[in-house]
């Protein structure tokens, strides 16, 4: 059970939707931009994001064919020196407005050529209502400051929406009419953390009049919308230019609109075509490794190992970090078949004995599949720990082989329990779990892939599972157990926290069991939520992946009754290729 296993849908702290096998999963037609934008009312984090040079400056692969590259690289330079005058100029003329900017921004994923920009906004707005509180009256100008200024990492208290409450603490009904406003609050709601019940209030209140909206508008694309922002808030959703610009484009309300469409098509392609050349290459590294072959049991997937990197380091500046991480992310899911499928419980034992020794010289007992994983294993191990030494000065091999020894820890518990017949408690199953579902390994690979902030604090505190990881992993290994079908052909022993769940409470019933996991999944996100905020020991390059994680986690456990994952192919599909390859994903 590590980053894989079983099949999953899509959910949010507010719309309980329980993951099921799901075969119609298409793109939402978001056909004018505006209606994804605030209306236009007049015609601190100590750690820097690493800021992305222009695309100029990073190799690219094959060329588009419907461009020259030397000349896409040259108008995106010129489109992007527009667009970052444009979003000083809005920001200091016009708050509003410059939120809305930003807004667009993030959510057409080219926000890493803005960082500098933003944070001096976004700091000015907190200065702002640092001194005098938020007296804005318009719930979407006011919910759109608060998810802004916390996605940022700047903690603003839920008493900004005290103006919208009556007497009795209740949402005022007379913001049941504002549909923009919903939307906005319900987007705010899902930064929420733990002890926020006026957060929790204010998404149940919006989830509630936003679902009667979205089945009876009479205007088709607005409900369209809507569904969609129910079931894909941002916080908890990859952009995607692609996905945001969907269909014809109409809107035209604010002037920087057309400027922005520009830029984030051009930035499309080039980064399409930069991802495509990545997978080329770990292809390439996947067929000479030679795994695939000798290992005939396991999982033959590296273009769905990609995403994953693709997901989690979205700045194109990170291409070698995005190669390197596919490379532990593939052993994630070898490994965990190995234990799933293959090897008695005496033989897994000596091979979790090796791992923790490290010792490839006491492998001549293992079979020749674990001498092969083990031996490739400690290879790319050196190779990445080589390499992040040449480029941050630190040699992190002691850390990876550590998460490495602590993953088959607890995979060899989940084994032992299955031999023995032991049923362990539902929080105990999970406990082992968050650490077997493969999350550890993949972010402690991210921190020192990155570079930032390495220092012996945030090397121990990364070591020890910190609870901006364990968050992650509670999100995924439960996401993984709700799902009802096996995941793809594998057949070997598996868990499920719903299972241990009904076994020791007797009285709930299969949906119980299922609202239970779903709340503990809200809880998670609170948590993460919490851990993105200013004070932050992590860098919020790291930070971010780690959100990207979460945020692709969906995406990877939406099986259909076919055992596919129609979510998934659509977005390798919308980012990557016209014809989806489905060799490398199942």
């Not at 094959?62 to 444009?86: Q, R």
């Not at 082992?432 to 220092?455: E, K, P, Q």
Request: with cysteine; aromatic share 10%; hydrophobic share 35%.
């Amino acid at each position: 059970m590590a980053f894989s296993s079983k099949n999953i849908s899509s959910a949010s702290s507010h719309v309980q939707v329980i993951p099921e096998q799901t075969s119609k999963v298409g793109k939402q037609n978001l056909s004018d931009i505006n209606s994804l934008l605030p209306n236009n009312k007049n015609g601190n984090i100590n750690e820097s994001i690493g800021v992305s040079a222009p695309l100029k400056h990073v190799t690219y692969p094959c060329e588009h064919p419907s461009f020259n590259n030397d000349d896409i690289h040259i108008d995106h330079a010129k489109k992007l020196e527009v667009v970052k005058h444009i979003l000083i100029r809005v920001g200091d003329d016009d708050p509003f407005e410059g939120l809305a900017m930003i807004d667009t921004v993030q959510r057409l994923g080219i926000d890493y050529y803005f960082q500098d920009e933003i944070e001096q906004i976004l700091q000015r707005q907190s200065i702002v209502f640092s001194n005098h509180g938020d007296r804005h009256n318009d719930l979407q100008e006011v919910a759109l400051r608060f998810r802004l200024l916390r996605q940022q990492g700047y903690y603003v208290s839920p008493d900004v929406f005290n103006n919208f409450r009556n007497k009795e603490g209740k949402f005022k009904q007379n913001i049941s009419g504002d549909i923009n406003g919903l939307m906005s609050l319900y987007e705010a709601s899902q930064l929420s953390i733990g002890g926020e019940d006026v957060l929790d209030e204010a998404g149940d209140f919006s989830v509630n009049l936003l679902s009667e909206y979205a089945t009876h508008l009479a205007d088709y694309d607005l409900a369209g919308l809507v569904k969609h922002l129910l079931l894909h808030p941002y916080r908890k959703s990859l952009s995607s230019a692609r996905n945001f610009f969907h269909g014809n484009f109409q809107g035209n309300e604010y002037v920087w609109i057309l400027d922005l469409k520009e830029l984030a098509n051009m930035d499309f392609k080039l980064v399409q075509s930069l991802h495509q050349k990545e997978i080329v290459q770990i292809s390439k590294w996947w067929k000479e490794l030679g795994l695939a072959k000798k290992l005939e049991f396991a999982r033959d997937q590296p273009l769905k190992w990609y995403m994953w990197s693709m997901a989690c380091f979205t700045d194109p500046s990170l291409s070698w970090q995005r190669i390197e991480l596919t490379k532990p992310i593939s052993f994630i899911y070898i490994i965990d078949d190995i234990f799933d499928t293959y090897g008695a419980l005496d033989v897994l034992t000596l091979f979790t004995e090796a791992i923790n020794r490290w010792d490839l010289g006491g492998i001549e007992q293992l079979p020749e599949c674990m001498k092969i994983c083990f031996k490739a294993l400690n290879d790319i191990t050196n190779e990445i720990s080589n390499k992040v030494y040449k480029e941050h000065g630190y040699n992190p091999v002691h850390s990876l082989r550590k998460a490495w020894g602590s993953l088959c820890n607890a995979f060899l518990t989940e084994a032992k329990w299955f031999a023995s017949g032991h049923l362990p408690k539902a929080e105990e199953y999970l406990k082992n779990g968050i650490v077997s579902s493969g999350v550890h390994v993949g972010l402690v690979h991210i921190f020192f892939l990155l570079g930032h902030g390495i220092t012996s604090e945030t090397v121990r505190l990364i070591d020890s599972n910190p609870p901006i990881v364990s968050s992650v992993a509670t999100i995924l290994r439960l996401w993984d157990d709700l799902g009802s079908a096996k995941d793809e052909n594998q057949y070997g022993n598996d868990g499920s926290y719903i299972h241990y769940y009904m076994m020791e409470h007797q009285d709930v019933t299969a949906e119980d069991a299922q609202k239970h996991a779903m709340d503990k999944i809200s809880d998670a996100w609170k948590r993460l939520n919490q851990e993105c905020l200013s004070p932050n020991p992590f860098s919020a390059s790291f930070t971010r992946a780690s959100l990207n994680t979460a945020r692709m986690v969906p995406l990877m456990y939406s099986y259909d009754d076919n055992q596919r994952l129609p979510r998934l192919e659509e977005y390798i599909k919308s980012l990557l290729f016209d014809n989806l390859p489905t060799q490398g994903v199942y």
